[in-house]
């Protein structure tokens, strides 16, 4: 009988994950514009391991020992510091919500890469004929952008640095963290994040906080649904199914947040980036066939 609610929770979770990880980049450009990228992140974080506190508190798991903390720091030094920091210096640069999801888009080409190397997982040839073709699929939704020219050069290299960080993150997470407790090793990680967020917003900005009633939406949206939903399904994910698989979810985030943000900024999408999203939804289908 558990292994119905088990298959349903493993059928629905990329989908969930996608969608979840998506409205990331929507949070942050609501939230930006009353808060200073580093300070908005760390605000975030403060709250998140307050959350945590309490839920290893209530549930009292094994405590981590020292190589566990040490792992579970560098891990979330890259998924939460450079992947996150990226993602919200470039949007506050102004690269629009859509065009900050690309660059992390192309992970699965890089995660696959760097798992048929060094981790041992086989990438069969049919993999990466869906994995090339998520990379077309990716470029075609997201081609038509006037608003590019209005960033910073120094916002599309937080992009790529933030490209970097979500897919060493997530193979070094696999690598040595799987077998660690989630809710202390996630508490270590955002522990380390919000200690660096906070020494970055401390050197580099005025941390001045406009509260009002949309940045309290956006912290609690990205703290709520994106710091413990969405980075826990990711891990839960990682887990469980090849690099190089859940990866390939990642080829679906763009598109999705191209969605929203047309249908919150009006971003639209014509034909080549409709045509995107159904060459995204085949590359994934391919790349995850049994």
């Known amino acids: 009988m558990s292994q119905v609610p088990d298959n349903l929770v493993a059928r629905l979770a990329p989908a ?6 998506s409205t990331g980049f929507i949070g942050a450009k609501y939230g930006l514009p009353y808060a200073e990228p580093l300070t908005f992140l760390t605000l975030r974080m403060l709250f998140v391991v307050a959350l945590f506190l309490v839920i290893v508190a209530m549930v009292r798991p094994r ?19 450079t992947y996150l920091g990226g993602v919200f210096v470039a949007i506050s640069l102004g690269v629009p919500a859509g065009i900050s999801a690309l660059i992390p888009g192309l992970q699965p080409i890089l995660t696959a890469t760097i798992a048929n190397r060094f981790l041992g997982e086989r990438v069969t040839p049919l993999q990466w ?19 590019m020219s209005g960033a910073s050069i120094a916002g599309w290299v937080a992009t790529f640095v933030s490209l970097l960080g979500i897919t060493l993150g997530s193979l070094y997470h696999k690598r040595f963290c799987s077998a660690i407790d989630w809710r202390t090793g996630n508490l270590a990680q955002y522990i380390t994040a919000g200690v660096l967020f906070g020494l970055g917003a401390l050197l580099f900005e005025t941390r001045t906080v406009n509260w ?11 703290v709520i ?9 990711m ?16 080829y679906l985030v763009p598109t999705v947040t191209a969605l929203m943000a047309f249908a919150l900024f009006n971003e639209r999408l ?21």
């Not at 405590?63 to 510091?81: D, F, M, Q």
């Not at 891990?235 to 990642?250: D, G, K, M, N």
């Open 63 to 81: 405590r981590l020992t020292g190589p566990e903390w040490a792992h579970s720091a560098v891990a979330g030094s890259l998924v939460h510091v």
């Open 16 to 21: 969930t994950f996608v969608l979840l990880w």
């Open 225 to 233: 649904v994106m710091s413990v939903a969405a980075v826990g399904l």
């Open 129 to 147: 004929f869906g994995l090339c073709i998520g990379l077309v699929g990716v470029a075609l939704v997201l081609q038509d952008r006037h608003v």
């Open 212 to 222: 009002q009633p949309q940045f309290i939406l956006a912290l609690a949206w990205t």
């Open 235 to 250: 891990y839960w994910l990682i887990r469980r199914v090849p690099a190089t698989q859940v990866a390939s979810l990642f």
């Open 270 to 290: 014509d034909m080549l980036a409709i045509l995107g999203t159904v060459v995204c939804a085949v590359a994934v289908v391919i790349v995850n066939r049994r």
